[in-house]
């Protein structure tokens, strides 16, 4: 069964600093791997994915995420954050052979800092 | 496409009491799938449709828990005799599947937030 990591519960940022959070997955095949965004009381939204080729990958508001199959890695960076990029991240993982459901960390919550 | 949605947004019930969430997918996507959060936590699955069909469901969804998505379309998910411990997010997400080895995408909708007291 596949299992997804996330080390940071909390991180605090300064707004225009930049910002790197952590996603370790256990899967025996090749993962399909997500991040997404949750603002208070609201749903998920995409921010990423990644399923094959380039190892890094482009995502919406600034966003960009790295796939180490070495280190079973898919950390999430920003260069400058801005304030509105406080939120909930969740990194998750798919599995074709576990009928595409996802499988999620638990999250780190993003301060930012004026 | 006006993504997915869901009704309701919150839901105050009382314990023993038995509700009903609804969700709309994006139009065209096949594949619907229910997750549940609860605080502090990650969404965890509960159960997925590709059409009308049911495909699988989680040992999360006891036998107070049904779903359907009886033409396709919309899915309702039901809790019969409400318990605190259903006090969570629900989420509903869809999704075009292209058959076994294609990875897809989900779109997620608003959530329904459930308050059992």
């Known amino acids: 069964a596949q299992s997804v990591t996330q080390p940071d519960i909390h991180i605090t940022v300064s707004e225009g600093a930049s910002l790197e959070l952590r996603c370790n997955y256990s899967y025996g095949a090749t993962p399909y791997l997500f991040w997404y965004v949750q603002s208070p009381g609201q749903g998920l939204q995409l921010l990423l994915k990644y399923f094959s080729g380039d190892t890094l990958v482009q995502g919406i508001k600034g966003f960009e995420a790295e796939f180490k199959r070495s280190q079973s890695s898919f950390n999430l960076r920003k260069p400058s954050v801005h304030w509105s990029d406080a939120a909930e991240y969740f990194c998750a993982v798919g599995a074709l052979a576990a009928g595409n459901k996802l499988t999620f960390g638990g999250g780190t919550r993003v301060l930012v800092k004026p | 496409d006006t993504g997915v949605s869901q009704d309701p947004r919150h839901k105050i019930t009382k314990r023993g009491q038995n509700v009903t969430f609804r969700c709309d997918p994006i139009s065209e996507h096949n594949r619907l799938y229910w997750y549940r959060q609860t605080l502090g936590q990650g969404p965890e699955f509960l159960t997925y449709?590709?059409?009308?069909?049911?495909?699988?469901k989680s040992r999360l969804l006891s036998d107070r828990f049904s779903a359907e998505r009886p033409k396709g379309s919309f899915s309702t998910l039901e809790i019969q005799r409400t318990e605190q411990g259903d006090s969570a997010m629900y989420l509903c997400?869809?999704?075009?599947?292209?058959?076994?080895?294609?990875?897809?995408?989900?779109?997620f909708g608003p959530g329904t937030r459930l308050l059992v007291l």
């Open positions: 449709f590709q059409n009308e069909a049911q495909l699988e």
């Open positions: 997400a869809s999704s075009v599947g292209r058959g076994q080895g294609a990875p897809e995408t989900q779109y």
